[in-house]
């Protein structure tokens, strides 16, 4: 169904059983897969394709153009896949030149006032929770999450299955698995809850913890620690952690460790049941 004022484009393709509400507009040059739902108030600019059964709310506006200074005179295009939900007031700008693509995957929710810039690429059942901003040429892995109102850099990376707290500023490139903490925006462990949300077992849980040690824990320089996860890690989840490293351009965020002389309390997130953690102890504080 479409609404009698919506203001639709003889250029655009509108597949099969679309619903586009009340004052929305669809530009020429955009692709609306089947079954895809459009809220009233509703803007898809020019050089879009969404895939099937999206659903988009109201005040949303998709394929926006760069917030770029020198944003050339032909602007690249924006690719959503399928299945996903955009909620209220959310913005998806397209790449900067004709020949780029922002891309956004299936099954992601994008909550309400989420803003992805132009060229990131953001991958499958990823989580932007309100007001969550990505700058230009992001990458988020797959089932990533970001609490609300974080905030990322350009040209970073969110690796898969992160979880990023609320209001953190992500400045340098996250590591797949990891959870950060909005206060200091630093690592505080895994992102144990969403590890177990995927269906992973508890053997490459352990795995993923003892590849953590060698990262923050084994006092290793950059390169032998690289050197350390290749030759203990060739293959599974802890592999990723090697590929991840390897490439960038932003450093890497570093994990929250406590101040001396104080108890040592390891966050949740690391530890895969009661059994494995250690013993707390409390130590004085230094007079």
Same mark, same amino acid.
């Given at each position: ?38 809220? /009233? ?11 099937? !059964? ?13 917030? *770029? ?37 299936? =099954? ?6 989420? *803003?992805?810039?132009? =060229? ?23 089932? &990533?999450?970001? /609490?609300?109102?974080?905030?990322? *850099?350009? *040209? ?5 299955? &992160? ?34 949300? &995927? ?73 895969? =049941?009661?059994? !494995? ?9 230094? &007079?």
């Amino acid at each position: 169904m479409i609404h009698s004022t919506a203001i639709i484009s003889d250029q655009a393709q509108i597949g099969a059983d679309v619903e586009i509400g009340p004052f929305s507009i669809i530009e020429g040059d955009v692709v609306i897969g089947a079954r895809t739902k459009l809220a /009233g108030h509703v803007t898809i600019k020019s050089g879009t394709t969404l895939g099937t !059964d999206n659903s988009v709310c109201e005040g949303t506006v998709l394929g926006g153009f760069a917030q *770029h200074a020198n944003r050339p005179e032909k602007s690249g295009r924006l690719v959503i896949g399928s299945r996903n939900t955009i909620r209220e007031h959310s913005t998806v700008h397209r790449a900067i030149h004709a020949d780029q693509t922002t891309t956004i995957g299936d =099954d992601c929710l994008l909550m309400v006032g989420a *803003h992805v810039a132009h =060229d990131c690429r953001v991958g499958n059942r990823v989580i932007l929770t309100n007001g969550v901003m990505l700058g230009g040429h992001v990458e988020v892995g797959d089932r &990533a999450c970001l /609490g609300g109102n974080a905030a990322v *850099h350009q *040209h970073c990376r969110i690796g898969r299955l &992160a979880m990023v707290g609320g209001c953190t500023k992500v400045v340098q490139d996250l590591p797949p698995f990891v959870l950060t903490d909005g206060a200091t925006a630093l690592i505080v462990g895994l992102n144990r809850v969403g590890l177990q949300r &995927a269906g992973f077992t508890r053997e490459e849980v352990l795995e993923l913890k003892a590849a953590y040690r060698v990262i923050y824990r084994e006092g290793l320089t950059f390169n032998e620690m690289l050197n350390a996860l290749e030759s203990r890690f060739p293959v599974g989840l802890a592999a990723e952690y090697t590929e991840f490293f390897r490439v960038g351009t932003r450093g890497f965020v570093q994990e929250r460790r406590s101040p001396p002389k104080i108890a040592l309390r390891v966050h949740p997130a690391v530890d895969e =049941d009661e059994s !494995d953690k250690p013993e707390i102890k409390a130590f004085p504080h230094a &007079a």
